[in-house]
Nanobody, 121 residues
Framework: QVQLVESGGGSVQAGGSLRLSCAAS????????MGWYRQAPGEERDEKER????????????NYGESVKGRFSISRDNAKSTVHLEMNSLKFEDTGVYYC??????????WGQGTQVTVSS
């Protein structure tokens, strides 16, 4: 059973930075999309309704949610089945639970358990 293990969440003041990481255990080597989605505090959403933060495609493309463009950067390490999210200039409204997401080339989706990010104003 593959699990996505997230790390790096925490609390930070507005304007600060955090780095999230997510690794597949055991490793996966056929990952098409690696990404991050988030859910604001108190929200109840299905997985596919979560807000897009950033995704990194296997072909090299990157997509970012409008609210994080220019502040967040996603990178992936295929050899380690790992994705990172560098978050800079954090704002209060970035507070939420951040979920890692992997989708393989054969159409299997995986979600992490979520990691809390809290930004204080």
């Amino acid at each position: 059973q593959v699990q996505l293990v997230e790390s790096g969440g925490g609390s930070v003041q507005a304007g600060g930075s955090l780095r999230l990481s997510c690794a597949a255990s055991p490793p996966l080597f056929n990952i098409n999309v690696m990404g991050w989605y988030r859910q604001a505090p108190g929200e109840e959403r299905d997985e596919k309704e979560r807000e897009l933060v950033a995704i990194a495609h296997g072909g090299g493309g990157r997509n970012y949610g409008e609210s994080v463009k220019g502040r967040f950067s996603i990178s992936r390490d295929n050899a380690k089945s790992t994705v990172h999210l560098e978050m800079n200039s954090l704002k209060f409204e970035d507070t939420g639970v951040y979920y890692c997401y992997f989708s393989t080339y054969i159409g299997t989706d995986y979600w992490g358990q979520g990691t809390q990010v809290t930004v204080s104003s």
